[in-house]
């Protein structure tokens, strides 16, 4: 019944033991630290956040961040990344490898010289088109 209500939530839920700073409380010594507790860390406007979970909430967050992870999972977009940029780069070097290799441009080159050196000729004959 909870489940549907779950809203997806970006981040990590951690779980921290914490030294409270009394001098005279068992952990100041050898003794165990406090905790767990857990914190939701995410970020917000490109900062990292820390929001203490109560252990009564601990489970929802749990799950709440797994649904995110399913709904947006972060290492299958970050290869579509990595896929479309090696595409990218593929396709890339392709057509720099068919500017400098593809023979038919070569063909149009020299197929178009003679022209060119006509055209030269012409000029050279101060922009008369008469034949001698
Ligand atoms: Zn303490």
Redesign the pocket.
């Known amino acids: 019944m909870s489940e549907q209500s779950l809203e997806p939530l970006p981040g990590s839920l951690h779980a921290q033991w914490v ?4 001098n005279w ?4 010594e050898a003794g165990p ?2 905790g767990p507790y857990y914190y939701h860390f995410y970020r917000e406007a490109g900062k990292q956040r820390k929001k203490y979970v109560p252990k009564g909430q601990v489970q929802q967050v749990r799950s709440a961040i797994e649904l995110w992870g399913a709904l947006y999972p972060p290492i299958s977009s970050f290869r579509a990344s990595l896929r479309d940029i090696n595409q990218l780069y593929k396709t890339l070097t392709r057509r720099t490898d068919m500017k400098d290799e593809d023979p038919e441009i070569e063909d149009v080159n020299e197929g178009l010289a003679p022209y060119f050196e006509a055209e030269a000729r012409r000029l050279a004959r101060g922009g008369k088109s008469s034949e001698e």
């Open positions: 030294r409270c700073g009394k409380c068992r952990c100041s630290l406090h």
